[in-house]
């Protein structure tokens, strides 16, 4: 039973990651995926899914392209194509899978690494980030990437030929040492396919693989560099495959709005990964964090791979300065965090009360909202429809198009006032549109209602 638990502990809170996740699944899309949907799911081609052509004639494609991470639109878009579903029930359930697998794998093992304690406390801490659950419950690829980066990291971990013997005190509580594990042809390709696909989910899991290769470094073994050099090189080519075309468009044909200086983010990041906006959690979690690290303080592979994390950061923070940098695009590194805080449990057991605390917390936090439609998309085009059937013209302001097709496209596009008078009415749902031309069409359209949603819409009528 003792050697069943950490994998029955990983099963059990997996299970209930996803079932918790999946409450509310039935709620409207949020901004970014309703484009996503729109875009790159919805569309006749599978093609799509790679950002390839512009599914909206007035949204040129690489203005979105980076909306689009390609290992989840395309599987998504095998799924419309053979069931035709637009339920966001059926697109949100990936991401809720995913994200069980992530907390259960990563639960499971620290719990052999560090005790179910520390295990199960640290995986606790990642059902529960606010960053973590925000970005799990969407048509998003960012709890795919965590999922293919945790596991691609364990495989890497069983492998403990060419380290040094550990003699740390978190070896010396009795736990066992891990068997040695040989890289068998199959394992490492499919130590290559799963952090290939990490970062065919989100380009930013590059990081990881950046992260094992410090790692491996750090053993100063060549004969492992050696070995794992073409697993990297697949996991490379992989990732370059997916997000080649959307590069290109971004960085080469200027698809990004112009650069912009983000002067807080590393803190931003730090305090994002462990519990931001929620204070308490955010204290109880970087304290312990904290701890971890000076656990762990004698471990190369550590520095190394914080390394890895500063410098790419200070490259996007202070040189390329994108338009569009926020700290979820680094939300592989939770189950990191999760390891130091396994870490300090390990080794100061009166600590997992602490991260448990944080925990209940921060889903007490959520509850508020968390079933509640983002943008009132589903509203906005049943009253699109219903007015198209009675013959009438509803127009939106341009952008809002992107959003909206992902539940009709039953409406006219309009980018300056004097199309307007073309309308029979104007549908608004969201804050991405020209707020002058949205000023004049209110004036001319005064007949106000109100579709609610956390951001409500807003249809005007003459």
Not at 156 to 183: H, I, V, Y
Not at 293 to 298: S, V
Not at 384 to 394: D, I, K, N, P
Request: hydrophobic share 55%; with cysteine.
């Amino acid at each position: 039973m003792l050697k069943r638990g950490p994998a029955l502990a990983g099963i059990i809170l997996g299970t209930a990651t996803v079932a918790v996740y999946l409450i509310g699944s039935g709620r409207s899309y949020g901004y970014d995926a309703a484009a996503t949907f729109a875009n790159f799911i919805a569309t006749p081609s599978l093609l799509d899914a790679f950002a390839v052509h512009a599914a909206l004639p007035t949204i040129p494609i690489k203005t979105i392209a980076s909306n689009d991470h390609v290992l989840f639109s395309l599987i998504s878009h095998v799924i419309y194509s053979a069931t035709g579903s637009r339920s966001e029930v059926v697109y949100r359930l990936l991401p809720a899978l995913a994200a069980g697998g992530t907390v259960g794998v990563t639960g499971m093992a620290l719990s052999r690494r560090f005790g179910m304690l520390a295990g199960v406390s640290a995986a606790l801490y990642i059902a529960t980030d606010p960053l973590f659950v925000d970005n799990s419950r969407d048509l998003r690829g960012y709890s795919l990437a965590a999922l293919c980066a945790v596991l691609a990291t364990v495989l890497l971990a069983a492998d403990r030929s060419g380290e040094q013997p550990d003699r740390s005190p978190l070896r010396s509580a009795g736990r066992p040492r891990e068997a040695r594990a040989g890289w068998t042809r199959l394992r490492l390709f499919g130590y290559a396919l799963l952090l290939g696909l990490a970062i065919a989910a989100h380009v930013f899991a590059v990081v990881v693989l950046a992260g094992h290769v410090a790692w491996i470094a750090t053993r100063r073994s060549m004969p492992s560099l050696i070995q794992l050099a073409p697993a990297w090189l697949v996991a490379s080519l992989i990732g370059v495959a997916a997000n080649a075309n959307i590069e290109f468009m971004e960085l080469i044909q200027h698809g990004f709005p112009p650069s912009l200086f983000y002067p807080t983010f590393p803190r931003d990041l730090v305090l994002f990964l462990l519990g931001a906006p929620v204070l308490l959690p955010l204290g109880l979690w970087l304290s312990t964090a904290g701890l971890g690290l000076w656990a762990l303080r004698t471990k190369p592979w550590l520095w190394a791979y914080i390394a890895v994390i500063a410098i790419v950061v200070a490259i996007l923070w202070l040189g390329l300065q994108p338009a569009y940098l926020f700290p979820r695009f680094f939300i592989f590194l939770v189950p990191g965090c999760a390891y130091l805080m396994a870490a300090a449990i390990g080794r100061w057991e009166v600590l997992a009360p602490v991260v448990v605390l944080g925990a209940a917390v921060a889903a007490v936090s959520q509850v508020t909202g968390y079933t509640e439609d983002p943008l009132a998309l589903p509203q906005a085009a049943a009253f699109v429809e219903r007015a198209h059937a009675a013959g009438e013209r509803v127009c939106v302001i341009h952008a809002d198009e992107q959003v909206l097709a992902a539940y009709t496209t039953d409406f006219t596009v309009v980018s300056s006032a004097d199309q307007l008078n073309a309308c029979d009415a104007v549908v608004v749902v969201s804050w991405n549109v020209d707020l002058a031309l949205r000023a004049v069409a209110a004036e001319q359209f005064p007949r106000t209602t109100v579709l609610h949603a956390y951001y409500p819409a807003v249809v005007l009528e003459r």
